[in-house]
């Protein structure tokens, strides 16, 4: 079963500078924000983090007010069941749908549940497919 959610996620683009993961992430520890996912991979000289939070308002506060620009995005979240090809089926759901994935990551705990987070080219379509 398919635990399907709307999502905002945060996207922040920071140069590519060590240090900057500990600083991003540190100060949503300090804003007392948990993380639900996140995703970072370098292009050049920026890192670019994709986050999905408890408390979007209270991280981007505490991101702005520590010099970063924070953009949304829209994206849904899937809660799973761990298993083998439960992310293949998903995507196997949206391309019979002509659902594009434009991109997707994962967060486990390794206690049996994941989250997986698609962008795609019609998240409302995405979401009725998926529900």
Not at 4 to 21: D, F, H, M, Q, Y
Not at 92 to 117: M, P, Q, T
Request: aromatic content about 6%; hydrophobic content about 45%.
């Amino acid at each position: 079963m398919l635990k399907v959610t709307k999502e905002t996620e945060l996207e922040i683009n920071a140069p590519r500078i060590i240090g900057t993961s500990g600083r991003i992430l540190g100060t949503l520890a300090n804003a007392k924000v948990n993380l639900k996912a996140f995703c970072a991979y370098p292009q050049n000289d920026v890192i670019t983090f994709l986050l999905i939070t408890n408390d979007n308002e209270k991280a981007e506060n505490a991101l702005k007010a520590a010099g970063f620009n924070v953009k949304k995005n829209d994206v849904i979240s899937v809660l799973v069941r761990e298993r083998i090809g439960a992310a293949a089926e998903i995507a196997a759901l949206l391309g019979n749908a002509v659902i594009e994935i434009k991109y997707c990551y994962g967060s486990s705990s390794g206690k049996g549940e994941v989250l997986l987070v698609f962008n795609t080219s019609d998240n409302q379509k995405a979401y009725e497919v998926l529900s």
